[in-house]
């Protein structure tokens, strides 16, 4: 990263690389502690996996091009919001609001702001929850508000997110139209697979008696079955889906 820096900044750089690996520290930190919470008190754990990393120097050399700023580590931390970022990993869509509430609720946490991409998809279908948090870093003389970006997801949206970039960025961003929308098709596809295994799930511990996995449903809840017969109806029309699309995708050519 220094040799992509305007000026000699090394020192001011590494300041803010020690800054940014601590916040990831206690946002990861604050994340299992209230993972281990859900655990004791409900019997559950909504987060499946956490990552995080730093943004790579050409990345963040990109981002403040793109803004026409110098390249400077005042700019760096002052404009570009996601050089440390966590990733979190949950089971259903409704662990994912009861995660980002959690984490707005702690008394350190600044939100400084929050993009719902699960509400309002972007327009390749990419569904994520995202927000930009400040967290206050205690070094011996002094304490510096640090930013972080935090991306709350399914598996599912994950495993679409990362086949997406990893198929999309082959065409150096401008892919053609035909595998735009077959990638929305599938973006699609995983929202309605999310939105079934959320149903399931909740009818499932509600005839147990457990509503401690994808709380806050009720009986007016239109999102939840509530009788047997909706939930047979629910898994047929799977069924019906994943049938349709292993015609579409011409899979039983494979198998």
Known sequence: MNELLYYNEEAEWNRALLLYDAVLKEVTTKLEILNNEFKISKQYNPIEHISSRIKSGESIARKIRRKNLELTVSNIMAYVNDVAGVRII?????????????????????VLAIKDYIEKPKPNGYRSYHMIVTIPIFLSNEVVDTKVEIQIRTIAMDFWASLEHKMYYKFYGKAPKSIREELMETANIIAFLDDKMLKINQKIQKDSGDITQGQDFSENDDRAPHTTEELDSDIDAIDIHATDIVNDFGFNDVI
């Open 90 to 110: 949950c089971s259903f869509t409704s662990d994912i609001y009861h995660l980002a509430d959690a984490i707005m609720k702690q008394s350190d946490v600044t």
